[in-house]
């Protein structure tokens, strides 16, 4: 379909995972949106399969989480093993976490997860344009000019740009932004395929010795074998299933029959962090601002709440021009730490299991067998994992939004999401404005806010928001908690409550 010279609020290119949460965010806030992907069509094979408790409650505000979860499989244990022998059996998922309506994460291929946001676009009035690629844009003093090419080449003329075009980010390089990091030494391989054996298909299992390591995710219909094979050479031969056959047999204690393979690949792993998530009107979300290793199956998700933090920031900014700036550089101040984060420890946890060197091979026959039960018996550590890999632990404690408050949630921190009257109130959060959640005293009305009332507090409630009376909390649209207080001067003099919309 030929396509006008267009003018919109935000040009996103890029409909992945993460540019599709964030045309969500945009659509719902009523903020007009240009949407591009150079692909023609869905790819048929799933490069993310893991859909993290947080990502889940963001997909619960888009309406969208009850849908998905019958379609995969939430498997709430982790199983690890050494030198074929089980040597940790973690139930990460076997605590109800304090505030949140889910209790495992879901193992699901990356296109159901696309598909639930397409829909959900659709249904907001709106759709992603396919083949359709960035060929070039430059800022100007009140916008971005892009140059765009489908079936005809068009301009758009754009009051921001978001980059959620992956590793290879043409928005990225338009604007020059370096994107730090190396590549991995190691090459890997992964298929999916059937397993017929006498294991349950509840846990994710890891299996390693000196020489390397093999991860297992059970998908609903299938599942994912992930298995290093020695440094990377561009003339490395492709995978075989008699390959993964060969690492089965040599990691794995059990006896099964591995068969119908339907995607066999091979990949090369880099780790890298763009030096700039916001620049002037130029950001980068997702794969566009950071790589990493597939440990822990944050990739996606992190790029999920990248759009999920920046898009009612973005809405903000377009209805209020002159808090912008404050709102923009936050996307950057709270998200590059996260990312730089997430770094280092998949960087740390990849060399552990992956690394070729003498100090990692001798780590994972000697230290692993003892060090690991160990750690998984010490509640500390055990809980401090489940938060890190959940995502409900990533907080924005110290940023420019944050206002007055202590004790537990404290501003920064995500807010608990429990039902009022029937309902999520995650999900009754507004899309743009704060909502300020007023507990036992009257509701806090004020335009400049959504008001939610709860009048009669259970003990339930009191232990999950840390409180013996009465109290309100100002809540951002992405269910962070800006303030907290005892009554309306805290909040009037939070920092986001000044940078209302008008």
């Given at each position: 379909?030929?396509v ?14 993460t540019?599709?949460?964030l045309a ?17 069509e869905r790819?048929?094979y799933?490069?993310?399969?893991v ?14 989480a ?12 982790a199983?690890?093993?050494v ?13 109800a ?33 396919f ?22 080449e068009?301009?758009?003329?754009a009051?921001?740009?978001?980059g959620c075009d ?16 190396a590549?991995y030494?190691q ?15 509840d ?12 991860a ?16 990377y ?16 047999q ?29 620049s ?16 822990g ?8 709440q ?8 973005l ?8 808090t ?38 001798t ?11 160990l750690?998984a ?5 055990r809980n ?6 959940t995502e ?15 004790g537990?949630?404290?501003?920064g921190?995500?807010?608990p999401?429990f ?9 009754m959060l ?10 036992g005293?009257l509701p806090a ?6 008001s939610?009332?709860l009048a ?5 409630h009191?232990?999950l ?6 109290c ?16 309306n ?8 409550t ?5």
């Amino acid at each position: 379909m030929l396509v006008e010279n267009t003018r919109t609020d935000v040009l996103i290119v890029g409909a992945g995972p993460t540019g599709l949460t964030l045309a969500c965010s945009l659509a719902r806030a009523g903020v007009g949106f240009h949407l591009i992907d150079k692909i023609t069509e869905r790819s048929p094979y799933s490069r993310a399969l893991v859909v993290q408790l947080r990502s889940l409650e963001i997909f619960n505000q888009l309406g969208i989480a009850d849908g998905l979860l019958p379609q995969g499989n939430q498997a709430g244990n982790a199983k690890l093993f050494v030198k074929r022998k089980l040597k940790v059996e973690l139930p990460i998922f076997d605590v109800a976490y304090k505030g949140c309506r889910f209790d495992k994460a879901l193992f699901i291929e990356q296109g159901r997860t696309e598909h639930a946001l397409d829909e959900c676009l659709a249904a907001l009035g709106s759709k992603a344009h396919f083949g359709h690629e960035l060929l070039s844009f430059e800022e100007t003093a009140d916008g971005v000019t892009a140059r765009c090419r489908g079936e005809n080449e068009y301009s758009v003329e754009a009051t921001y740009i978001v980059g959620c075009d992956g590793a290879h980010s043409a928005v990225r390089h338009g604007k020059g932004i370096a994107f730090e990091g190396a590549a991995y030494a190691q090459d890997f391989m992964l298929v999916d395929l059937d397993i017929e054996w006498d294991q349950p298909r509840d846990a994710f299992m890891a299996f390693q010795d000196r020489d390397g390591f093999m991860a297992l995710f059970p998908m609903k219909d299938r599942s994912r074998l992930i298995a290093a094979r020695g440094r990377y050479r561009e003339d490395a031969p492709e995978p075989t299933l008699d390959d993964f056959r060969e690492v089965f047999q040599r990691l794995v204690p059990y006896e099964a029959e591995l068969s119908n393979p339907v995607w066999l690949a091979r990949f090369h792993l880099h780790h890298r962090i763009a030096e700039r998530f916001r620049s002037g009107r130029v950001m980068l979300a997702g794969d566009a601002a950071h790589i990493h290793s597939p440990v822990g199956g944050q990739g996606m998700n992190t790029g999920i709440q990248d759009a999920w933090n920046l898009g009612w920031k973005l809405a903000w900014a377009l209805k209020s021009p002159a808090t912008a700036e404050t709102l923009l550089e936050s996307y950057h101040e709270e998200r590059h730490p996260v990312g730089e984060s997430l770094l280092r420890t998949t960087d740390a946890a990849f060399n552990f299991v992956a690394g070729q060197g003498w100090f990692a091979k001798t780590a994972r026959s000697w230290f692993a067998p003892w060090a690991l039960p160990l750690g998984a018996s010490l509640p500390p550590i055990r809980n401090r994992a489940r938060y890190l890999v959940t995502e409900l632990g990533i907080s924005y404690h110290g940023s420019s939004l944050c206002g007055p408050g202590g004790g537990h949630p404290r501003p920064g921190d995500r807010m608990p999401d429990f039902e009022i009257d029937g309902e999520s109130l995650h999900a009754m959060l507004d899309p743009v404005r704060p909502t300020v959640l007023c507990v036992g005293d009257l509701p806090a009305e004020s335009s400049d806010w959504k008001s939610i009332h709860l009048a009669e507090p259970t003990a339930h409630h009191r232990d999950l928001l840390g409180i013996k009376d009465g109290c309100y909390f100002l809540i951002r649209p992405d269910a962070h908690l800006a303030a907290r207080g005892g009554g309306n001067p805290e909040i009037e003099a939070a920092p986001l409550t000044k940078l209302a919309p008008t």
